[in-house]
């Protein structure tokens, strides 16, 4: 570790510690785990369990850890908020801002395993999700004894895709992989290239991901790590790079609505789940490339 990775462990800790509503601070994350992806470049990730999140999702509490760069919010699970902060020499940083009692809860229901069944469903889904964020490692910063018991409970859960995401994602794939194309034949080249960048190979990666983890690979979520991972024919097409001229624009889209809908078919094969043939839209992209 560092200097400067030393010195962030000992400031977040000792600000932790001030902090009266902050119940537990707990460390997740690869920087925690022991399978040798963390690095230099890896960002700390913090579940930040207080008794006040109200005070924390504004993100407004990262700058009293340093100087910090910038800070972005994003709102998942319903009213949970993610606060990342990038800090000077470019540290980043993610806090998760729960609250204490659903945490509380959440843990010690999972000291009664048997009562599952009997789990409503906002507890069966919240545990569900703190086990596949912390599930596979964590390390208590705040909280001491008592919640390295809460999260000894812990085992990992991963979350495959649903045959209802596999439909939307199929759908949204196709959608805006026509839009793109025209927007590449009205002379929209800026905005086509963007749709591209923003969606269609995004689909394109989310489908190669869930290829890869049935085939008994291990992929990561939103690209991370895509060079490891991808099969040669995924990684030629989410390299396509783009320029804006409606040539480059319309024949990436070809390859990728041919990979996606090769990648497609062999998930929804080994599901057990119906594609939808797709061979007039794919061949109308193609048509125009």
């Not at 290239?193 to 049935?214: D, K, P, W």
Request: with cysteine.
């Amino acid at each position: 570790m560092s200097e400067r990775d030393e010195a962030w462990v000992a400031n977040v800790s000792a600000w932790a510690s001030a902090q009266a509503d902050i119940k537990a601070l707990v460390q997740i994350g690869s920087r925690v785990k022991n399978d040798g992806t963390a690095d230099k470049w890896s960002d700390f990730d913090y579940q930040l369990i207080t008794t006040n999140p109200a005070r924390y999702k504004s993100g407004e509490f990262a700058r009293e850890l340093g100087k910090c760069w910038a800070i972005g919010l994003e709102h998942t699970f319903g009213d949970v908020t993610k606060v990342t902060a990038v800090f000077d020499g470019a540290l980043e940083a993610d806090f998760i801002i729960l609250r204490h009692s659903d945490l509380v809860i959440a843990t010690t229901a999972l000291g009664w395993p048997r009562a599952k069944v009997l789990w409503p469903r906002p507890l069966r889904i919240g545990i569900s999700r703190l086990r596949g964020a912390a599930g596979t490692g964590w390390k208590i910063i705040k909280g001491g004894a008592a919640w390295e018991k809460r999260y000894s409970r812990l085992t990992p859960c991963e979350f495959p895709m649903t045959e209802e995401e596999f439909a939307a994602l199929c759908g949204e794939f196709w959608v805006q992989a026509v839009w793109a194309a025209k927007r590449a034949m009205r002379g929209e080249l800026i905005a086509s290239q963007r749709t591209i960048h923003r969606y269609v190979i995004e689909g394109c990666l989310r489908m190669f991901e869930e290829e890869v983890i049935l085939a008994g690979g291990k992929a990561y979520p939103r690209g991370r790590r895509a060079e490891i991972w991808l099969t040669e024919s995924q990684e030629r097409v989410a390299n396509a790079g783009t320029t804006p001229e409606r040539e480059s624009l319309l024949e990436t889209l070809s390859h990728l609505s041919r990979e996606f809908s090769r990648s497609s078919e062999a998930v929804g094969r080994q599901r057990g789940w119906p594609d939808v043939d797709r061979t007039e839209v794919r061949g109308w992209i193609t048509s125009l490339s």
